[in-house]
């Protein structure tokens, strides 16, 4: 168990509403993502971090921002949420130098 | 750029039997690991096995192995004596920058 909590687990939203999901980690870890999943596509990712304030860009970024100002937490946000955004949402870790990552429990997000 | 692919979107076993997940992979970097992640219905995304592309022999983790080929760039894994709860879908993933994922394949085991 990485301690990687994901808050909230499910969220039905409105076209054109701002959404932050949040990833809380336990355990001090460097890097954190947010990936989507969908299907056809694995996951993909969107935004990361290696850091306090540092973060960077995955491959599907467009209509998402990302912060993080405190080690343990990183934050998820559409600005003006669209259908294509409906998805599943994970956070992921990576712990010290390995390669591995871990995933938290995911978050449902439909938009309407 | 990386690009893994999962050329089965569904296999199905009978319990006890054995079955062989397929992966190919694509790659520009010469140091890179490869993943299997399972995600039963939960949803929860678990790591079941690993193998870094420097080590020839094949990683191994109880009743989950991998035929790993590199020159063919394949990573295919090998569940023994299958059980219900690996009933689940079953994502290759690579990572040499960034970590990268095929589309999955749906195993279902019966009973």
């Known amino acids: 168990d990485a301690g990687i909590t994901q808050s909230p687990r499910h969220k039905v939203t409105e076209t054109g509403t701002p959404v932050t999901l949040r990833c809380h980690q336990t355990e001090n870890h460097r890097y954190m993502y947010w990936y989507r999943q969908d299907p056809g596509h694995g996951l993909r990712l969107i935004h990361y971090s290696y850091g306090v304030k540092d973060t960077d860009k995955g491959e599907v970024s467009d209509g998402y921002s990302v912060s993080r100002s405190k080690t343990e937490d990183f934050l998820l946000t559409l600005e003006s949420a669209t259908s294509s955004q409906t998805s599943v949402y994970f956070c992921a870790i990576r712990e010290g130098t390995g390669p591995e990552q871990y995933f938290g429990p995911g978050t449902r997000l439909t938009v309407t | 750029a990386q690009t893994v692919t999962q050329s089965q979107p569904e296999m199905s076993v009978q319990e006890a039997e054995t079955v062989t997940l397929s992966c190919t992979y694509d790659t520009s970097e010469n140091n890179y690991y490869l993943f299997w992640y399972k995600q039963p219905p939960s949803r929860q995304m678990i790591l079941v096995i690993r193998?870094?592309?420097?080590?020839?022999q094949n990683a191994t983790e109880n009743r989950f192995s991998v035929n790993f080929q590199k020159a063919a760039k394949s990573f295919s894994l090998k569940i023994s004596d299958s059980q219900l709860g690996d009933t689940a879908m079953y994502f290759c993933?690579?990572?040499?920058?960034?970590?990268?994922f095929g589309a999955g394949t749906i195993l279902r085991v019966k009973s």
């Open positions: 993933a690579l990572n040499g920058n960034k970590l990268v």
């Open positions: 193998q870094e592309a420097y080590k020839q």
